[in-house]
């Protein structure tokens, strides 16, 4: 049995004309929600708590979470805000790893990253609307990724559709536009 967490990346920027979509960051604003104390401190201190409750801890025997990133920019930035906030709660993770799949959006090979890592947890940065459709294909629920959102989902050694469980979603944080 895996852990896996599914993060949506930060709110990003708009589109601009002629500029590949892979490029965009995120807003000032997004990535300071991400790191306020309100972000991803607390969402990580969520879902260490609910696994808590489900019996389980979020690093077992302390091992490192393994970080996956899609690899557009907002995704790499919201995995580097991921990291700084599992630091600041001593939850060891690893750096950043580039994930084509999340970015391709390719759950059959995401799915065989998966089965292929030697980590208990695996934390993956990516968009939406994969992150939407993974979670509900495992689960067999239906959730919103909102910018900054993440869902605990406890996968199977056999995984099939609707064969996982949802532990723990948390929604992203505020983002004050200004």
């Known amino acids: 049995m895996k852990q896996l967490i599914l ?16 490029l965009r960051e995120l807003t000032p604003a997004g990535r300071a ?3 306020a104390p309100s972000g991803f ?19 077992p025997a302390g091992a490192p979470l393994e970080l996956w990133t899609s690899p557009a920019v ?3 930035q919201t995995a580097l805000e991921a990291a700084a906030a599992l630091e600041r709660i001593h939850q060891p993770v690893t ?15 995401f799915m065989a990253a998966l089965d292929q890592s030697d980590a208990a947890t695996v934390i993956a940065v990516g968009h939406i609307p ?3 459709h993974l979670t509900g294909w495992l689960t067999g629920e239906s ?9 605990l989902i406890l996968v199977p050694d056999l995984v099939g559709e609707g064969t996982s469980a949802l532990i723990s979603f948390v929604p992203g944080p505020e983002v004050e536009d200004r």
């Not at 993060?7 to 892979?22: Q, V």
């Not at 401190?41 to 690093?59: K, R």
């Not at 959730?143 to 869902?151: E, L």
Request: overall charge negative; aromatic content about 8%; glycine content about 8%.
């Open 33 to 35: 929600a991400l790191a």
């Open 74 to 76: 907002r995704a790499q």
């Open 95 to 109: 750096a950043p790893q580039a994930c084509e799949a999340l970015w391709e959006q390719d759950a059959q090979a």
């Open 7 to 22: 993060i949506r990346h930060g709110k990003p920027e708009p589109g601009r004309d002629g500029e590949p979509d892979a």
């Open 41 to 59: 401190v607390h969402t990580f201190t969520q879902l260490a708590a609910n696994a808590a409750e489900a019996g389980f801890t979020l690093s």
């Open 143 to 151: 959730v919103s990724f909102s910018p900054g959102a993440a869902a």
């Open 130 to 132: 994969f992150m939407n």
